[in-house]
């Protein structure tokens, strides 16, 4: 059974300090692993796609990289508006999308 | 390009009664349509997926029922709500193996 493992649960930064978010998973056949950010009473907005290990994305100040363990979210000087819960899920292989979600990281930036 | 809406936005509801929930997609065709739950401190609970018109599968037993009456509208129902039924819904769609794209949910709570 694929499973996602998120840590930590919760994480409180300092406005500017940068720090990383931690998804590892099991799943046979990776097709796809996706980062995804959920603000409170809000459905997750999509941020990164990853496919294969070595892989890295960027947008603003997150960057998300793939092993084939484990993904990780990199937050640069982040600010308040960072602040929310990220998900980290995975896509397995076959003929039927599911999709397997972790808990979330609930991250606060603190001005 | 695509949308999603959802509704309604909140719902308090009396124990057994019964319950609606819609969700449309604009600016796609023959989108897979998904419905999760999301429990406090849970990742999401895939509910029910659908590749096409009246094809609905189901991924745990329960007091729920989903359909998919036309291309880009599916709908979450009950015929009679269980206090265990509260939670937040969320619908989201998807273009074969890309990433899901989800609405901003349904709060139901069951009193």
């Known amino acids: 059974e694929d499973q996602v493992t998120q840590s930590p649960e919760a994480l409180r930064l300092q406005e500017g300090e940068s720090s990383s978010l931690n998804c590892s998973y099991t799943v046979s056949g990776l097709r796809g692993l996706f980062w995804y950010r959920q603000d409170p009473g809000k459905g997750p907005e999509f941020l990164f796609t990853?496919?294969?290990a070595g892989e890295e994305k960027e947008k603003e100040r997150l960057k998300a990289t793939l092993t084939k363990k484990e993904s990780f979210l990199h937050i640069t000087a982040p600010k308040p508006e960072d602040s929310a819960t990220y998900l980290c899920?995975?896509?397995?292989?076959?003929?039927?999308?599911?999709?397997?979600f972790g808990t979330g990281t609930k991250l606060q930036v603190i001005p | 390009s695509q949308t999603i809406h959802q509704w309604p936005a909140t719902l308090v509801q009396p124990v057994g009664s019964p319950l609606s929930l819609e969700c449309t997609v604009e600016?796609?065709?023959?989108?897979?349509l998904y419905w999760y739950r999301q429990a406090a401190g849970r990742g999401l609970q895939l509910l029910f997926y659908?590749?096409?018109?009246?094809?609905i599968s189901s991924e745990v037993p329960q007091n729920l029922s989903a359909s998919r009456p036309q291309d880009r509208q599916f709908i979450l129902s009950s015929k009679k709500l269980l206090l265990s039924d509260s939670g937040f819904y969320l619908c989201?769609?998807?273009?074969?193996?890309?990433?899901?794209?989800f609405g901003d949910g349904t709060r139901l709570s069951i009193l």
């Open positions: 990853l496919y294969s």
């Open positions: 989201a769609w998807s273009e074969g193996n890309q990433p899901q794209h």
């Open positions: 659908s590749v096409g018109i009246g094809q």
């Open positions: 899920a995975v896509q397995a292989g076959g003929g039927y999308q599911k999709v397997t």
């Open positions: 600016g796609t065709s023959n989108p897979n």
